[in-house]
C-alpha cells in the first residue's frame, strides 16, 4: 500500500497538472520534500505546495520552506538550459549539422507550462556525427568536452548546462535499430530543417528508452507524467502499436499507459499500479546502485546467485555490435577480440571505484532485493 506521503505527492502531481485530484495530508514534511526531489517533480509541482502552504497547512509550509531554495536553483538551471539549448541548435545547424531535441526538451511542449518540466541535461540526435566539428562549435559557444568521442553519445558542459550529443538513440539491433535509421526520414522539417522527430517515433522513442531504464532498475513520477501526456499526441495509433508489437514492447506499453492513468486519477490503483508507484517513490527517477543491481539480476537469471553469475559476465563479455564500437580495432582485426575484452576487464579493475563496484560487486544484493524486482518487472509486464 501506498504511504500518506506516497499518496501525498500525487495529489500534488495531479492538481498540478490538471487531473482530478483529491488532496491528502503528509505525515512528514521532509519524507514529502525527499519523494518530490528524487523524483525531479520539483518545478511541476512547487507552486501547488505553496498554494497549499498558503492555504494554512503546517506541514506544507514546512516542505515549502525546505523545496523552495531547491525550486529557485531548478528554475535558474531551467532558463539557463532553455536559452543555451536555443544557442547550440543555431549553432550546429549553421555549421551543417541535421539535429533532432530528445526527451524532456520536446516533452516540455505537452506540460501545462514549459517550465514545469525539469530537465537534467540536454540531449541532441545529430546527423552526420563529426566529434571534431561539433566540439569546434561547442567549444566556440563556450562548452568544454572530452578530446575522444565515446560510441554512443558526447557530453559538453558549460557552467550548469550539460548538452548531450547522441550518435544514435539507443544500442539496440534488429527491429529496433532499423526503425532508428527511418527516424531521419520521417523526421519534421520546415524550410528543408530538420526540426523534430514525428509525434509517432516520438511517441516509440520514449517507450523504447523508458523500457531501458525499467529493465535497469528505474522508473520515477516524472516518466509516469510523461507517459500521461504523451497520450494527447495526435498519433495515428495503429501505426505506432504495430511498430512496438514489433519491438516485443506490447505488454509493457500497455501496463505503462494503464499505470499513467492510474497514476493521475483518471482509473484506480491496482495492485500491478501500487506496485510500480511505490517502487517509483522510493528509488526516484534514476533509481539507485541497488536497484540497478537488482533489476540487472532479475532481468537475467531465475535465481539470485544465477543472475549475479550472468550480470557479471556480461558487464565484462560485452556484445559483438557493443565491443566494436568500444575497440574501433576490431572493425579491420576481428581477431584480436580476445585482446580486447581483456583490455575491458582491466580498465573495469582500474577504473572509476564507484562505476567498478556497480557494474562487478553484487553481494550486497539480497534475495529480497531479487524478489522484490521481480514483482515490479511483472507488474510492468516485461516478464
Known amino acids: 500500500?501506498?504511504?500518506?506521503?506516497?499518496?501525498?505527492?500525487?495529489?500534488?502531481?495531479?492538481?498540478?497538472?490538471?487531473?482530478?485530484?483529491?488532496?491528502?495530508?503528509?505525515?512528514?514534511?521532509?519524507?514529502?520534500?525527499?519523494?518530490?526531489?528524487?523524483?525531479?517533480?520539483?518545478?511541476?509541482?512547487?507552486?501547488?505546495?505553496?498554494?497549499?502552504?498558503?492555504?494554512?497547512s503546517g506541514l506544507m509550509q514546512e516542505a515549502e520552506a525546505e523545496l523552495r531554495p531547491h525550486f529557485y536553483a531548478a528554475l535558474k538551471q531551467s532558463l539557463l538550459q532553455e536559452h543555451e539549448g536555443i544557442m547550440v541548435l543555431g549553432g550546429l545547424r549553421d555549421a551543417g549539422f541535421d539535429c533532432i531535441p530528445l526527451k524532456g526538451w520536446e516533452m516540455r511542449n505537452l506540460y501545462p507550462d514549459k517550465a514545469m518540466r525539469q530537465m537534467a541535461d540536454l540531449d541532441i540526435l545529430v546527423q552526420p556525427y563529426e566529434h571534431?566539428?561539433?566540439?569546434?562549435?561547442?567549444?566556440?559557444?563556450?562548452?568544454?568536452?572530452?578530446?575522444?568521442?565515446?560510441?554512443?553519445?558526447?557530453?559538453?558542459?558549460?557552467?550548469?548546462?550539460?548538452?548531450?550529443?547522441?550518435?544514435?538513440?539507443?544500442?539496440?539491433?534488429?527491429?529496433?535499430?532499423?526503425?532508428?535509421?527511418?527516424?531521419?526520414?520521417?523526421?519534421?522539417?520546415?524550410?528543408?530543417?530538420?526540426?523534430?522527430?514525428?509525434?509517432?517515433?516520438?511517441?516509440?522513442?520514449?517507450?523504447?528508452?523508458?523500457?531501458?531504464?525499467?529493465?535497469?532498475?528505474?522508473?520515477?513520477?516524472?516518466?509516469?507524467?510523461?507517459?500521461?501526456?504523451?497520450?494527447?499526441?495526435?498519433?495515428?495509433?495503429?501505426?505506432?502499436?504495430?511498430?512496438?508489437?514489433?519491438?516485443?514492447?506490447?505488454?509493457?506499453?500497455?501496463?505503462?499507459?494503464?499505470?499513467?492513468?492510474?497514476?493521475?486519477?483518471?482509473?484506480?490503483?491496482?495492485?500491478?499500479?501500487e506496485i510500480m508507484l511505490t517502487h517509483a517513490c522510493k528509488y526516484g527517477i534514476y533509481g539507485s546502485e541497488k536497484s540497478y543491481k537488482s533489476g540487472r539480476i532479475a532481468a537475467m537469471g531465475n535465481s539470485v546467485r544465477s543472475g549475479k553469475i550472468k550480470s557479471l559476465t556480461a558487464a565484462v563479455f560485452l556484445p559483438y555490435k557493443r565491443m566494436k564500437a568500444q575497440f574501433p580495432i576490431l572493425r579491420k582485426w576481428p581477431i584480436l577480440l580476445p585482446f580486447c575484452w581483456c583490455k575491458r576487464i582491466f580498465k573495469l579493475m582500474r577504473g572509476n571505484v564507484r562505476r567498478k563496484r556497480i557494474m562487478m560487486?553484487?553481494?550486497?544484493?539480497?534475495e529480497e532485493d531479487y524478489n522484490e524486482m521481480k514483482r515490479f518487472f511483472e507488474a510492468g509486464g516485461v516478464l
Open 132 to 273: 571534431k566539428r561539433i566540439k569546434a562549435v561547442m567549444e566556440e559557444l563556450g562548452f568544454t568536452g572530452d578530446a575522444e568521442s565515446s560510441w554512443k553519445h558526447d557530453c559538453f558542459k558549460k557552467d550548469e548546462v550539460t548538452v548531450e550529443t547522441h550518435k544514435r538513440l539507443t544500442d539496440d539491433s534488429g527491429v529496433i535499430q532499423q526503425w532508428e535509421r527511418d527516424v531521419w526520414n520521417r523526421a519534421n522539417r520546415r524550410d528543408g530543417i530538420v526540426q523534430a522527430m514525428s509525434d509517432e517515433d516520438y511517441y516509440i522513442f520514449h517507450f523504447v528508452h523508458l523500457h531501458k531504464d525499467f529493465m535497469n532498475g528505474s522508473l520515477g513520477l516524472r516518466r509516469i507524467a510523461d507517459t500521461w501526456l504523451l497520450q494527447k499526441l495526435p498519433v495515428d495509433s495503429e501505426a505506432v502499436l504495430q511498430t512496438l508489437t514489433k519491438m516485443g514492447l506490447q505488454r509493457f506499453h500497455e501496463k505503462m499507459v494503464a499505470l499513467s492513468r492510474a497514476a493521475m486519477g483518471d482509473t484506480s490503483l491496482d495492485e500491478g499500479a
Open 1 to 56: 500500500m501506498l504511504t500518506n506521503d506516497q499518496n501525498c505527492v500525487l495529489s500534488l502531481l495531479r492538481e498540478s497538472m490538471g487531473a482530478p485530484s483529491v488532496y491528502c495530508e503528509p505525515d512528514s514534511a521532509g519524507a514529502l520534500c525527499g519523494i518530490i526531489l528524487h523524483n525531479g517533480i520539483l518545478l511541476t509541482v512547487f507552486p501547488t505546495v505553496r498554494k497549499k502552504a498558503e492555504a494554512g
Open 361 to 366: 560487486d553484487y553481494r550486497n544484493i539480497s
